[in-house]
């Protein structure tokens, strides 16, 4: 496995791939690798020639209170995962040479990233869509792989992505999650094992959720309203919102007729949960 570290290097490699006509896959992360990220990387292995992982904490995604620098790098553990995953490529680039003196364009999607994370979270979605962009240019991927427990995240890249022209074919791959259900992330580490244990709850209300709207239960505010006292029962944990969306615009449904995502975020301690589910309502009966 090669580990570039300049956008000149990387961009003269990628180049040189697609110039043989290979096709080229990529799995963009901010390292601190986990089981959710192997799966995207297994999943890309298969469908293309050559897998470049990006491993980059990009600054402009934190907000000035937010964990950029103590968020978790543990650089040789990710590259062993990387080496036992076959990928060809880890692409690990300075702050430096990404944002360099000067930089000043940024790209921004103000409608999607408006409400649920781009509220609790100001500027986070316009630092993803800028590295993602400037990603895109320097990898050059026939094919990227995100994972769908970021979903305004992935929404927001398929959305870039068309709006750009940026010739990206997009694949969204399902949250892996631990045996007892919470979805792998990896600023879990953060959780005391206290924290841990009672970190399930925002799943087990997602779960309530789709399972009422499974039984024909179509009222968005009562869905919501039923999640919220499941994660209430639990008094170290406070939300941050719960909500029944369309899963294309992400705007909150009064009525579910059809595919439906619940999304949801959590603080428990010092650490903030992120969440979703899809789901789609039963066909109504004429
Ligand atoms: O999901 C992530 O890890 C990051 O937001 C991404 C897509 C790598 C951009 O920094």
Known sequence: MKIIRSPKAMMAWSHELRRAGLTIGFVPTMGALHDGHRALIRAARLRCDALVVSIFVNPTQFGPKEDLTKYPRPISKDRTLCRAEGVDVC???????????????????????????????????????????????????????????????????????????????????????????????????????????????????????????????????AIQMMMAQIVKQEPAMTIDYLAVCDPRTLEPLSLVTSRTVLLGAVRLGSVRLIDNLTVTAPAKQT
């Not at 927001?156 to 045996?179: H, K, M, P, W, Y």
């Not at 009672?198 to 209300?205: C, E, G, N, P, Q």
Request: proline content about 5%; overall charge positive.
């Open 91 to 221: 692409f690990e680039p300075t702050t430096k040479s990404m944002y360099p003196d000067g930089f000043q364009t940024t790209v921004s999607l103000p409608t999607i990233a408006r409400r649920w994370e781009g509220e609790a979270r100001p500027c986070h979605f316009s630092g993803v869509a800028t590295v993602v962009t400037k990603l895109f240019g320097i990898v050059r991927p026939h094919i990227a792989l995100f994972g769908q427990k970021d979903f305004q995240q992935s929404a927001l890249v398929q959305q870039l992505v068309e709006d750009l022209n940026l010739g990206v074919e997009i694949v969204i791959r399902s949250t892996v999650r631990e045996q007892d259900g919470l979805a792998m992330s990896s600023r879990n580490v953060y959780l005391s094992p206290k924290e841990r244990i009672v970190a399930t709850t925002l799943y087990k209300s997602l779960r309530a959720g789709a399972e009422a709207i499974r039984k024909g239960i179509a009222d968005g505010e």
